[in-house]
């Protein structure tokens, strides 16, 4: 909940202050509500006749459908407040607004996540919620999130483990016996995800940020390559922080994230002047650095100071917050964000030496440094690409 353009207070539910901005929303009256299922009911009509698949009405997070579904946030006396069946009027009214606009075949589904907090709704409402719309024949599909913006974990980072809300979604995909059930939470490769369609707690599982950190997860594991493939780390810094703080979408371990157009490998031509590169340094700038002069056909010496490849990350994989980052933090530093992996097996010459003393000092400096490298390092590696790309 923002303020809207001319500082006047958003549309709302009821006048409870939002848990993290602290604004207190105008409620709606009846005009405002149906002028918003006619915009929710437009918007879907121009999806359909734009060639989308189809529309996802977003009821979880606490934006306005959950504002509307939670006792929390719900103190209205009118139709639209009390009882679940009240309080659940304007997701049932959007979709059936949404349905006498679209095409019968077009799917129409939406997402819902139960809320931790004292007095939100939970999984037992929700679970009744999917159930109601199911029978009625509003839904295609459900896709299953968790918490909201007073617990905030439906984009936990790396101190949560893969699969971390299925305990909860579970509980809202068993309640869906008829339509596509998606969940969603820290997935980072397909082997995790066949996991649960394994075991049948869903039908599908989204992968967000898997797909940000990689955009050709599916293409390399198809192929057969899923080491190639770079999996997400959790860092949550350079696609949610950076977008949530004015950045443009990028991710701390795939420079190319959000430049495809210009830095996309593909695009990568051969240099006019082949030379010899000499890269001091094996963190992750140095090994992009090395990867890329070498697809520009330069002969490449990467020299490293310590014992192995991944730089100050490599010392982050030892700490226990990180440790549940699975396969791409702990266990073998090789594996290391993919770079390590792609150095090694580029015809790049490479030099080690064992630093003692080393693990000591990063182990002092890293608490420090946690926060803010992983998110300049990006900065630094992007900038560093781009000028490479062009020599
Ligand atoms: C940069 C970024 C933007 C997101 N924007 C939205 C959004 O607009 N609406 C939404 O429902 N979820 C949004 N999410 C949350 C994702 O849909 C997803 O629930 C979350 O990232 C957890 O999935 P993952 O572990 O596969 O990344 C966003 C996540 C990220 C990282
Ligand atoms: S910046 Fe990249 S690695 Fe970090 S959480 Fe986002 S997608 Fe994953």
């Known amino acids: 909940m923002y303020p809207l353009p001319d500082q006047m207070p958003p549309w709302g539910v009821s006048t409870v202050p939002n848990p993290i901005t602290g604004l207190v929303a105008n409620p709606m009256g009846q005009v405002e509500i149906d002028e918003v299922i006619e915009a929710f009911a437009a918007a879907a009509r121009r999806c359909q006749q734009g060639g989308i698949d189809g529309v996802e009405i977003h009821a979880a997070h606490s934006y306005l459908i959950m504002q509307f579904l939670s006792p929390l946030v719900n103190h209205r006396t009118d139709q639209y407040g009390g009882p679940l069946e009240n309080r659940m009027r304007f997701l049932r009214q959007v979709l059936e607004a949404i349905r006498q606009v679209v095409s019968d075949d077009y799917p129409v589904g939406i997402r819902v996540g139960a809320s931790t907090a004292e007095g939100g709704i939970g999984e037992i409402e929700l679970a009744q919620v999917i159930q109601i719309l199911e029978a009625d024949g509003l839904l295609d599909f459900v896709d299953v999130s968790w918490t909201d913006y007073y617990e905030f974990k439906f984009v936990a980072a790396m101190d949560q483990p893969m699969g971390y809300q299925l305990p909860h979604a579970s509980k809202l995909t068993a309640a869906a016996t008829k339509v596509p059930r998606m969940v969603i939470g820290r997935f980072r490769t397909l082997d995790e ?17 898997a797909h940000i950190a990689d955009p050709d997860i599916v293409r390399k594991t198809r192929a057969g390559h899923p080491e190639r493939v770079r999996a997400c780390i959790g860092c949550n810094q ?35 002047r082949p030379g010899h590169v000499l890269v001091v340094g094996g963190g992750p700038a140095g090994m992009e650095a090395a990867r890329i002069s070498r697809l520009r056909g330069h002969r490449v010496t990467l020299v490293e100071a310590g014992s192995d490849l991944g730089g100050s990350w490599r010392w982050r994989s030892v700490l226990r917050a990180c440790t549940r980052s699975a396969t791409s933090l702990s266990g073998s530093s090789r594996r290391f964000t993919g770079w390590a992996w792609r150095c090694e097996r580029a015809p790049i010459s490479m030099s080690m030496t064992r630093w003692q003393n080393t693990l000591t000092m990063w182990s002092l400096r890293l608490e420090r440094f946690r926060a803010e490298t992983a998110f300049s390092m990006n900065i630094r590696m992007r900038r560093w690409t781009a000028m490479t790309s062009h020599t």
């Open 238 to 272: 350079a696609c949610w922080h950076g977008t949530n703080t004015g950045w443009p979408l990028a991710c701390t371990i795939n420079p190319v994230t959000g430049l495809e157009g210009t830095l996309n490998e593909d695009l990568i031509a051969p240099s006019d």
């Open 193 to 209: 995800v066949e996991l649960v369609l394994r075991d049948g707690i869903a039908d599908m599982v989204h992968m967000t940020r």
